[in-house]
Structure formats: structure tokens, C-alpha cells
T-cell receptor, first 114, second 117 residues
């Protein structure tokens, strides 16, 4: 009965590889997000989708591409991985975009690029 | 652009005592919300408390309360009767109410709180 789930929880890969992280929410929410938390614990939004449409696309390299096949899923695909991509990536969802719409976070995916 | 500053990288408190975590922010917006999120060692981010800038009354959630000083752009979190389970990173966050980038939470760098038995 996990509300927001991410797979995998841990991902270790070599520089230059392409990888994907999957996110699913079973809360019936319209909005989903990807956040990046760096090694110093700083958390920053990357993307948000509302009803499968991109709403926020902060300044992230275009090697990162979110894909939303339906409202319950928001996957993150990363091409040509670099050392600096090593971080914990969090998926989140909320009923909508209002500040009163609580964002529920997944458990995170720790990506390590060697 | 909005910024959120948490000046205390680490704090500790004895079990059952009270602790206050500080947060200041900078914005030219007049309508916004402020949040405190908790990230325990399990990594899961959990909303602790939310405050609307237009509400003068400070928000409370059980043992958690805030001291919101709008003019000073200060938003501190008070945890009363601290429990071992309160051990976590605490993040202060800002979200503007209107004007695009809705849903965009802007986080501070966090305060690591340790509750000691």
C-alpha cells in the first residue's frame, strides 16, 4: 500500500551509461515531481508534471528527460551519465499545484556514477 | 528569486526538552506559503507543518509549532517534548502562491537534529 514508490532504490553505474528511474503513485494525484538531493543534502526541484503535462522544468541538462505515460507514473531517464549526477533522486506527488496540496515523497533512489 | 536560509547545520536536544530550529527567507512576493519538512534516516521526506503568509496565527501540529514573523521574514520551528523519533534532517521550504512555477518548493539546506536519550 505504498503511496509513492520508486525503483530502483539504489543504482550504481558507469559514466556514459543511460539509466532510468521509475516512479509510481497510487494516490490518484494529478501532479508529480522529480527532485535532486546532492551530497550536501540540498534538495532542488527538477521537473513537475500536472495531468501529464510539463509545468516546471528547472535548469537541468537536457540529458535528463522525464516521461509520463499516465498520471500515476513519472519516469526519469538520464543519458550519458556524469560523475556530478551522483545524488539521491526523489519522486513526489500531490493532488494539484496549490500550496495546500501536500506533496508526498517517495523513498528516493540513490544514484552513484563511477 | 526566492531564497531560504537555515543557519544551523546541526543541533541536538535532550529527550523531552524543547528545541527551536531557525529559518529565514527572502522574497518580494506578498502571497506565499512556508513549510517545514522532516527527513528521518529512512530518507523519506514528510511534511511537518505549513503556514500561509496571510495568516497571522502561527500554525501548530501537536508538538510542532512555528513562530512566523512576516516582517522579519523569519519562520522558526519549535518542537516540544522532543522524542527520539524526531531525530532527522529538517528542511524549511517556500512556495509562492501565484505567478507561475506553482508547486515549486524551494528548500533551505537543512538542519540536522539529534535527540539524545
Amino acid at each position: 500500500d505504498t503511496a509513492v514508490s520508486q525503483t530502483p532504490k539504489y543504482l550504481v553505474t558507469q559514466m556514459g551509461n543511460d539509466k532510468s528511474i521509475k516512479c509510481e503513485q497510487n494516490l490518484g494525484h494529478d501532479t508529480m515531481y522529480w527532485y535532486k538531493q546532492d551530497s550536501k543534502k540540498f534538495l532542488k526541484i527538477m521537473f513537475s508534471y500536472n495531468n501529464k503535462e510539463l509545468i516546471i522544468n528547472e535548469t537541468v541538462p537536457n540529458r535528463f528527460s522525464p516521461k509520463s505515460p499516465d498520471k500515476a507514473h513519472l519516469n526519469l531517464h538520464i543519458n550519458s551519465l556524469e560523475l556530478g549526477d551522483s545524488a539521491v533522486y526523489f519522486c513526489a506527488s500531490s493532488p494539484g499545484l496549490e500550496p495546500t496540496d501536500t506533496q508526498y515523497f517517495g523513498p528516493g533512489t540513490r544514484l552513484t556514477v563511477l | 528569486a526566492q531564497t531560504v536560509t537555515q543557519s544551523q547545520p546541526e543541533m541536538s536536544v535532550q529527550e523531552a526538552e524543547t528545541v527551536t530550529l531557525s529559518c529565514t527567507y527572502d522574497t518580494s512576493e506578498s502571497n506565499y506559503y512556508l513549510f517545514w519538512y522532516k527527513q528521518p534516516p529512512s530518507r523519506q521526506m514528510i511534511l511537518v507543518i505549513r503556514q500561509e503568509a496571510y495568516k497571522q496565527q502561527n500554525a501548530t501540529e501537536n508538538r510542532f509549532s512555528v513562530n512566523f514573523q512576516k516582517a522579519a521574514k523569519s519562520f522558526s520551528l519549535k518542537i516540544s517534548d522532543s522524542q527520539l523519533g524526531d531525530t532527522a534532517m529538517y528542511f524549511c521550504a517556500f512556495m509562492k502562491r501565484y505567478g507561475g512555477s506553482q508547486g515549486n518548493l524551494i528548500f533551505g539546506k537543512g538542519t540536522k537534529l539529534s535527540v539524545k536519550p
